[in-house]
C-alpha cells in the first residue's frame, strides 16, 4: 500500500521547498556470486583485482578535483580518506591474500572481508569510526562496481528532477549527482551537521535529515514534499497539500528574488542609525554565500566544524590556512573567529573526554579549552598568524564568569608572545570579545564589558540555560521561548552595560535571523546581527523599513508586557505579511 498524504518529520537541514519525485538511493544490494578458482587463475584473479584498484583511485582522484572546484577544499578532503582505504592493509593486503590461500574469486573475498571491518567499525564506541565504516562501504562498493560491472545507483545518471532520498549520502554520492537534475535531499540519518546536511546547504538546496525510516516508507517515484525549513517531508500530498506548498514556495522565491536585489544597501534606519549584519558560517567556503547575500563581514565563524569528523588534530599551520583565506575573502569587512565550542552537542574522540551526564552543563566551551591548554594555544596562535592578513576579532564562547575571559586573554598573550619569539606578524590591536551565552554572564555583563572589546549575544545558548530548557529536545520545545520576558530582559541590560563601557554588542543566535524580533532587537539598541547567510537580506530590509525612535518606543512598551503572549501580540501586530521565513515565535 502507498503511503498518501503522509507527514515525516526531521531535523530542518536546508532551508527552501521543493516538491519532486523520490529517487530511492543505496537500496540496490550488490549480487555477488562465489567462484572457485583454478590455480592457473589466481594470477589473473590479482590483475583483475588490481585493475579495479587503479580504475577507482581515478575513480576518486576527479571526483575529489572537482569537488574541490565546485564545493571547497575541505569537502574534498574526504576523498583522501577514500584514497587511504584503497591502501589499507587490512582491506587489500588482506584480500590478495585470502584469494591465493583460498583461490575464491576476489569480488567474494573483498565483500567478507569489508563486512567484517565494518562490523567492527560500526560496534566501536569511537564515532570517528562509525563514521569510517559508511567511507569502507562506499570505495568497497565501486570496487565491487568496476570489478563485475554491474551499475550502482549512481545520482550521475540520474536523468528526471528528483529528491534524493538515502539512509544516508556518502560524500562521493553528493559529489557526483548531478546537480541540476537533484532538487533536494532526505536522509534517514544525522543532524544538522551531518555530512549531508552541510552538503545541501553549500549547494542550496532544501533538505531534511534525521528522518529514521522514510527509506521503507517510500516508494522510488512516489511525489514527495521537502519542506526543508520547517524540517518536513509529506509523501504523496493531497491536491490541497500541492497547492498549499506550490504557493508557498512561489512566495519563497518571489521573495528571494526580490531580496537578493538587496545586497550592495546598507542596513540603516529611515531615521539614519545605522547597524551592521554579518553573517554566521560553519565551514570556510560559506563565506561565499555570505558574500552573495551581502553581508557585511562575519559575525561568527564557528570553528569546532575543522575538528569534527576527523581522527587527527587541525595544526597551527592548517588552521591559520583556513583562518587567513576567510579573513582574506572577507575584506574589506571583519571576521570574527570564535575559538572552539565543543563539547554539549559536539563531541571530539580524539580528546578522550568521558561521557559526561549533562553535557550541555559540562566541560564545554572554553571550559574543554582551559583545560586543554595546547590544544587552545594552537588555535590561538594559528588565529593571530591569520590577523596579519585579514581583519580578525576573535570570541571566546560560554564564558561564565570574569575569571575565565581573563585566563583566555592570559592564554592570548602566551601565544602573542610565542609567535613574537618565532617573528611572525599578527595584529597587535586584534579585538577581543566573548560571547554572552551563560545568564551568569548577562547578569555581570558590566564587569565582564571592562574586559572585553565586543559582546556577541548567544541566544541560542541564553534562552536554554535561562529557562532550562534544552535547545535539542522536542519535548521541552514549548518553553523554549524568545520572547520570554527574563531573556528580553538580560539582552536589554547586557546592551545597556556593553554601551556604559562604550563597546558594542551584537547578536549571533538565532533570534537575531527572526524578522518579526528586528524592530524589538532595533529598539534594545543592537549594534550588529549576524544571521545565516541567507537571512542576511530580509534582515538588511527589515531594518531599513523602520524608523529607530519608534523601534525605541516599541521595546519600551515590549518591556511593559508580563507575559510573551501578550509580546507576541504585539509583535505581530506591527507585521506586515511579507515573511519568507517562518518565525521562530512558538506558534500559539
Ligand atoms: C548561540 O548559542 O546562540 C550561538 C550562536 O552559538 P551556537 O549555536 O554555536 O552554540
Ligand atoms: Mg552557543
Known amino acids: 500500500m502507498e503511503t498518501v498524504n503522509k507527514e515525516y518529520l526531521g531535523v530542518p537541514a536546508s532551508p527552501g521547498i521543493c516538491i519532486g519525485k523520490a529517487y530511492l538511493v543505496g537500496s540496490r544490494e550488490f549480487q555477488v556470486k562465489k567462484t572457485k578458482l583454478t590455480e592457473a587463475q589466481v594470477e589473473k584473479e590479482m590483475a583483475r583485482l588490481q585493475a579495479a584498484i587503479d580504475a577507482t583511485r581515478k575513480e576518486i582522484q576527479t571526483i575529489k578535483q572537482r569537488v574541490g572546484q565546485e564545493v571547497g577544499f575541505s569537502e574534498a578532503e574526504i576523498f583522501n580518506a577514500y584514497l587511504h582505504i584503497l591502501q589499507d592493509p587490512l582491506l587489500i593486503q588482506a584480500a590478495m591474500d585470502q584469494i591465493r590461500a583460498s583461490r575464491i574469486n576476489a569480488e567474494y573475498i573483498l565483500q567478507e572481508i569489508a563486512k567484517q571491518l565494518i562490523g567492527q567499525f560500526k560496534d566501536s564506541p569511537d564515532e570517528y569510526l562509525q563514521e569510517r565504516a559508511t567511507d569502507i562501504n562506499d570505495v568497497v562498493a565501486r570496487l565491487l562496481r568496476n570489478l563485475t560491472g554491474q551499475p550502482m545507483d549512481l545520482l550521475s545518471e540520474v536523468e528526471d528532477d528528483v529528491i534524493v532520498v538515502a539512509k544516508d549520502l556518502t560524500p562521493s554520492q553528493t559529489a557526483t549527482m548531478r546537480r541540476e537534475r537533484v532538487i533536494g535531499f532526505t536522509t534517514d540519518i544525522g543532524g544538522k551537521t551531518s555530512h549531508a546536511a552541510i552538503m545541501a546547504r553549500s549547494l542550496e538546496l532544501p533538505a531534511v535529515v534525521g528522518l529514521k525510516n522514510l527509506t521503507e516508507v517510500v516508494q522510488n517515484g512516489s511525489t514527495l514534499i521537502v519542506d526543508g525549513t520547517a524540517g518536513i517531508v509529506l509523501i504523496n500530498p493531497n491536491g490541497q497539500m500541492l497547492a498549499k506548498y506550490r504557493h508557498a514556495q512561489q512566495r519563497m522565491e518571489q521573495w528571494s528574488r526580490k531580496l537578493k536585489k538587496l545586497k550592495g544597501v546598507t542596513a540603516v534606519t529611515k531615521d539614519g542609525y545605522r547597524l551592521t549584519v554579518a553573517a554566521n558560517i560553519e565551514l570556510p567556503e560559506d563565506v561565499r554565500q555570505a558574500r552573495k547575500y551581502g553581508a557585511e563581514g562575519i559575525g561568527l565563524f564557528r570553528t569546532e566544524f575543522l575538528f569534527l569528523n576527523r581522527r587527527d588534530l ?34 571530539l ?12 552543563l559540562g566541560l564545554r566551551g572554553i571550559r574543554l579549552c582551559l583545560a586543554h591548554q595546547d590544544l587552545f594555544k594552537v ?10 592578513f585579514g581583519k580578525i576579532k576573535i570570541m571566546f564562547p560560554m564564558v561564565s564568569c570574569v575569571e ?6 592570559a592564554l592570548l598573550r602566551e601565544a602573542q608572545k610565542e609567535l613574537g619569539r618565532r617573528r611572525v606578524l599578527y595584529d597587535r590591536n586584534m579585538e577581543v570579545g566573548l560571547m554572552i551565552e551563560l545568564p551568569s554572564a548577562a547578569m555581570t555583563a558590566d564587569i565582564l564589558a571592562r574586559e572585553s572589546n565586543f559582546f556577541s549575544i548567544g541566544t541560542n545558548d541564553l534562552i536554554q540555560y535561562t529557562l532550562a530548557a534544552d535547545r535539542i529536545n522536542e519535548k521541552v520545545a514549548y518553553l523554549y521561548n524568545p520572547l520570554h520576558p527574563a531573556i528580553l530582559r538580560l539582552i536589554r541590560q547586557v546592551v545597556q552595560a556593553g554601551h556604559n563601557e562604550r563597546i558594542w554588542v551584537g547578536m549571533c543566535g538565532e533570534m537575531a535571523a527572526d524578522p518579526q524580533l528586528t524592530p524589538l532587537l532595533v529598539g534594545l539598541g543592537l549594534d550588529e546581527f549576524s544571521t545565516g547567510p541567507a537571512f542576511v537580506p530580509q534582515i538588511k530590509k527589515g531594518i531599513r523599513e523602520v524608523n529607530f525612535a519608534e523601534c525605541r518606543e516599541l521595546a519600551e512598551k515590549v518591556m511593559a508586557c508580563t507575559t510573551s503572549a501578550d509580546i507576541e501580540a504585539l509583535l505581530k501586530s506591527l507585521m506586515k505579511n511579507e515573511v519568507l521565513h517562518d518565525s521562530i515565535i512558538p506558534k500559539t
Open 314 to 347: 587541525p595544526g597551527e599551520d592548517e588552521q591559520f590556512e583556513v583562518y587567513q583565506m576567510v579573513a582574506r575573502q572577507s575584506l574589506p569587512y571583519t571576521t570574527i573567529i570564535r575559538t572552539l565550542d565543543l563539547g554539549g552537542d559536539k563531541f
Open 349 to 360: 574522540s580524539r580528546l578522550g573526554t568521558t561521557t559526561e551526564m549533562n553535557p550541555f
Open 379 to 388: 588555535q590561538l596562535r594559528a588565529v593571530l598568524r591569520a590577523s596579519h
Open 404 to 409: 575565565e575571559m581573563r585566563q583566555a586573554k
